[in-house]
């Protein structure tokens, strides 16, 4: 019996899932003014109000049940942006439904600035995302937005790391552990990593993505780390503590 029950489980092991066999894929198609999403940059501008239409192409063979509208904006993993429109319907299996609404992001304008990673979703009732589209978004927003004011911690935070590794190691302060020194000099590193990130953001030259991100932050850590590294021994002489020769009248 166990071994008839062992080959039992095998067997369903083996055997590909009905579920996976018979679902297929749920597609979502957007676009902004009569815009396609994905072609362009998509302007998100606070003083116009934009048609949003969305097609759902139902592939499965459940019926898909609409709820919500999602358009979000986010950039280092952190989402500074989100406008969620209910809109309801349904989509019968294996058909397609669009849907048309406006989006009004008046309060955009103190969000964000620049180019961010857009992303269009519909959500189910259980609020969960059932397909989604992604786009670069060219937001017409305020410097003085929460990520500009973002942008702007970052700058004084890094200043700040730097000035302090660097007056250490004026007043010979810093560890002497190489290891040590270089540490000292990451955060300061990181920081200028993500000033670089922020800036060609809110310049509207790079929008900011793994590809984009990876590079800078970890390029100006190790360039810190390095300058940390090579940083002169604190336990030196002092130029006030070398031998000096004595002249005789």
Request: glycine share 10%; hydrophobic share 45%; aromatic share 6%.
């Amino acid at each position: 019996m166990a071994g008839a029950g062992l080959l039992l489980w095998c067997g369903i092991m083996l055997l590909p899932s009905t579920a996976s066999a018979q679902d297929g894929s749920v597609l979502l198609e957007a676009d902004v003014d009569g815009r396609p999403v994905g072609v362009g940059n998509l302007v998100l501008d606070p003083s116009d109000t934009a048609r949003v239409s969305v097609t759902v192409r139902n592939n499965t063979n459940t019926v898909q049940r609409v709820k919500t509208v999602r358009i979000k904006g986010t950039a280092l993993a952190l989402t500074f942006f989100a406008y969620d429109t209910t809109v309801p319907f349904d989509v019968p299996a294996k058909s397609a439904e669009t849907r048309s609404f406006p989006l009004e992001p008046t309060d955009l304008g103190s969000q964000a600035i620049g180019l961010l990673p857009v992303t269009i979703e519909v959500i189910d009732v259980q609020r969960e995302t059932i397909a989604s589209v992604e786009t670069t978004g060219d937001v017409r927003g305020s410097l003085w937005s929460v990520y500009g004011a973002f942008g702007l911690g970052v700058l004084v935070l890094t200043a700040l790391s730097w000035a302090g590794a660097l007056i250490a190691l004026a007043r010979r302060r810093l560890p002497a552990n190489r290891w040590q020194r270089a540490m000292r000099f990451l955060p300061a590193g990181i920081g200028t990593g993500l000033i670089a990130v922020i800036s060609l953001s809110v310049l509207r030259l790079v929008a900011p993505s793994p590809t984009a991100e990876i590079p800078f932050i970890l390029g100006a850590a190790a360039a810190a780390l390095l300058l940390g590294y090579v940083t002169p021994h604190p336990g030196g002489p002092q130029p006030s503590e070398m031998d000096t020769v004595r002249i005789e009248r």
